[in-house]
T-cell receptor
Framework: DSGVTQTPKHLITATGQRVTLRCSPR?????VYWYQQSLDQGLQFLIQ???????AKGNILERFSAQQFPDLHSELNLSSLELGDSALYFC???????????FGDGTRLSIL | GENVEQHPSTLSVQEGDSAVIKCTYS??????FPWYKQELGKRPQLIID?????GEKKDQRIAVTLNKTAKHFSLHITETQPEDSAVYFC?????????????FGQGTILTVHP
């Protein structure tokens, strides 16, 4: 158990829909990172939040957005879903820059 | 931005042999290099990491070496066991103001045959 909690474990939805993925970081960790893992793209960094503020952005689509709340949990919102958005979405957390990142169990998103 | 290349994409060894996976990175400002092991359907698990002020780090059967001049780092697993079979990812952090974001290699599927 990494201490990072992600819900839900699985999501099945249709094209055009919107979903919210949730992540609770390890106790004491201020940074949350979101990654997308697909078969053809590997593990891709999406976005990082640190203590409620956006810290770094990767190749995150405009249809995707995220936020980190005062209790440090984070949500990743995916809208206007397309078939290609089907992937595993991982959240990771750490205590600070360049400290080990610990991953949650992921949310498997399937778009039908 | 940072680019991380990982080789080989697949690696098959006999139990007890050694396995070596190599990665190169492009950003000379990178200073943190973790390795993750991912079993099928599970989360990536950190197995070892190295920082740029160190050339080698060992943890039991696992070691990582770093050559900053050549911008490459390698994972060495000795006395491999069937339970070492998994996908291994190397990663490098981004230098400058990109803080802790990691760029991952494409992964190596390691199969250890009993």
């Amino acid at each position: 158990d990494s201490g990072v909690t992600q819900t839900p474990k699985h999501l099945i939805t249709a094209t055009g829909q919107r979903v919210t993925l949730r992540c609770s970081p390890r106790s004491g960790d201020l940074s949350v990172y979101w990654y997308q893992q697909s078969l053809d793209q590997g593990l891709q960094f999406l976005i990082q939040y640190y203590n409620g503020e956006e810290r770094a952005k990767g190749n995150i689509l405009e249809r995707f957005s995220a936020q980190q709340f005062p209790d440090l949990h984070s949500e990743l919102n995916l809208s206007s879903l397309e078939l290609g958005d089907s992937a595993l979405y991982f959240c990771a957390s750490n205590a600070g820059d360049n400290q080990p990142q610990h991953f949650g169990d992921g949310t498997r998103l399937s778009i039908l | 931005g940072e680019n991380v290349e990982q080789h080989p994409s697949t690696l098959s060894v006999q139990e007890g042999d050694s396995a070596v996976i190599k990665c190169t990175y492009s950003d000379s400002a990178s200073n943190y290099f973790p390795w993750y092991k991912q079993e099928l359907g599970k989360r990536p698990q950190l197995i070892i990491d190295i920082r740029s002020n160190v050339g080698e780090k060992k943890d039991q059967r696992i070691a990582v070496t770093l050559n900053k001049t050549a911008k490459h780092f390698s994972l060495h697993i000795t006395e491999t066991q069937p339970e070492d079979s998994a996908v291994y990812f190397c990663a490098a952090n981004a230098g400058g103001t990109s803080y802790g974001k990691l760029t991952f290699g494409q992964g190596t599927i390691l199969t250890v045959h009993p």
